[in-house]
């Protein structure tokens, strides 16, 4: 695998249930991001980590809940979710530097999990 | 606060008409600008980046020209093919770890 893997590709679930998605990536960065992208609305950055530590949270709802257990990998834990919240959920990485330096901009992203909660 | 705006689309074109999709930015300080493409059932690809002013980035015979002046990074290409229809994102680097997307654009093009 190269790149940026997403799984799964498609998720339908109820508002009461719990789900995870995952993402992971083969490119050897040190960030991990999840956007969330609903249509005619811009793309909305949800969450960054860096080395394995959230360095933002952009206002996300507690009902998402990020993990990075390690540089190559990153879920987004979902419960009681609402019908809004259904959109296509992209991943990205990207190299960045320590303390704010060096950072790429170039992000890498993967397919995306098109999720519909119902 | 930084923001990007793009032409809304659809654009709809035919094969080998020139395309021209308008971004312009607000931003503090000197961002670097991108485009990005993505195409149906995909992720975001990098298209094409500059990182300062009158800098001409280039890919796949789409350009864009970082223009500090007039605060644009417009996306052109002199001859569209159906395997451009995609949609296409400006953005600029919003701080150390973020990138500022426009809205998008989706590029039809017909044969």
């Known amino acids: 695998e190269t790149g940026v893997t997403q799984t799964p590709r498609h998720l339908v679930m109820g508002m009461t249930n719990k789900k995870s998605l995952k993402c992971e990536q083969h490119?050897?960065?040190?960030?991990m991001y999840w956007y969330k992208q609903s249509a005619k609305k811009p793309l909305e950055l949800m969450f960054v980590y860096s080395l394995e530590e959230r360095v933002e949270n952009n206002s996300v709802p507690s009902r998402f809940s990020p993990e990075c257990p390690n540089s190559s990998h990153l879920f987004l834990h979902l419960h009681t979710l609402q019908p809004e919240d259904s959109a296509l959920y992209l991943c990205a990485s990207s190299q960045g530097g320590t303390g704010g330096l060096g950072w790429s901009y170039e992000q890498y992203f993967g397919p995306g999990t098109r999720l519909t909660v119902t | 606060g930084n923001s990007v705006t793009q032409m809304e689309g659809p654009v709809t074109l035919s094969e080998e008409a020139f395309l021209t999709i308008n971004c312009t930015y607000t931003?503090?300080?000197?961002?670097?600008l991108f485009w990005y493409v993505q195409y149906p059932g995909e992720g975001l690809q990098l298209l094409l980046k500059?990182?300062?002013?009158?800098d001409k980035g280039s890919n796949k015979g789409f350009e864009a020209t970082y223009r500090k002046e007039t605060t644009s990074f417009h996306l052109e290409k002199g001859s569209v093919q159906v395997s451009d229809s995609a949609v296409y994102f400006c953005?600029?680097?919003?701080?150390?770890?973020?990138?500022?997307f426009g809205a998008g654009t989706r590029l039809a093009v017909h044969p």
């Open positions: 490119l050897g960065h040190n960030a």
């Open positions: 500059a990182t300062k002013a009158d």
């Open positions: 953005a600029l680097s919003g701080g150390y770890n973020k990138l500022i």
């Open positions: 931003a503090t300080g000197y961002p670097s």
